[in-house]
C-alpha cells in the first residue's frame, strides 16, 4: 500500500476537496463534517471528472397522501458532489451513485499523520 500526500493537516476546511494525482488515477478527497473520504475520480456514467463538480445537499421531494408534490427540499442529513460532464450525483460519505445506490465510485482509505493528510492506494 501507498501513501500519497495530500496536503498539510488542518489546510482543508470543512467542506474543501482537492483532486491528486496517484500514479495515473486521479483521487478526490473530501473533508466532510471533520471526516475524510477519497473517491475516483472516473464518473460510472462516462468517465468524467465526478468528484470536480458541485457539491450541494441532496434534494428531495415530498409527496402527499393524495400523491401531489409539496415541493422540492434541500436535505439536512445527506451531501452530494455532482459530476460536472452529466450530472451523475454521489453521496459524499458512501461514494454511492443517487440514481443507483448499488454503483459505487472506488473509494480509498485517508489518514492523518505527522501534520499531514495521505491518500492510500
Excluded at 500500500?1 to 478527497?29: H, N, Q, Y
Excluded at 439536512?76 to 448499488?102: L, M, Q, R, S
Aim: glycine share 10%; hydrophobic share 35%.
Amino acid at each position: 500500500m501507498t501513501e500519497t500526500f495530500v496536503a498539510k493537516a488542518g489546510s482543508l476546511a470543512d467542506g474543501d476537496r482537492l483532486v491528486v494525482a496517484v500514479g495515473k488515477k486521479e483521487i478526490g478527497v473530501f473533508r466532510h463534517r471533520g471526516k475524510y473520504h477519497a473517491y475516483s475520480n472516473y464518473c460510472l456514467h462516462s468517465g468524467g471528472p465526478a468528484c470536480e463538480g458541485l457539491i450541494i445537499a441532496k434534494v428531495t421531494e415530498q409527496i402527499l397522501p393524495d400523491k401531489t408534490s409539496a415541493g422540492l427540499f434541500f436535505s439536512d442529513d445527506e451531501t452530494h458532489f455532482v459530476c460536472p460532464w452529466h450530472g451523475y450525483e454521489y453521496n459524499i460519505e458512501t461514494g454511492a451513485c443517487a440514481g443507483d445506490p448499488k454503483q459505487k465510485l472506488r473509494s480509498f482509505p485517508v489518514i492523518e499523520k505527522d501534520g499531514a493528510i495521505y491518500v492510500v492506494t
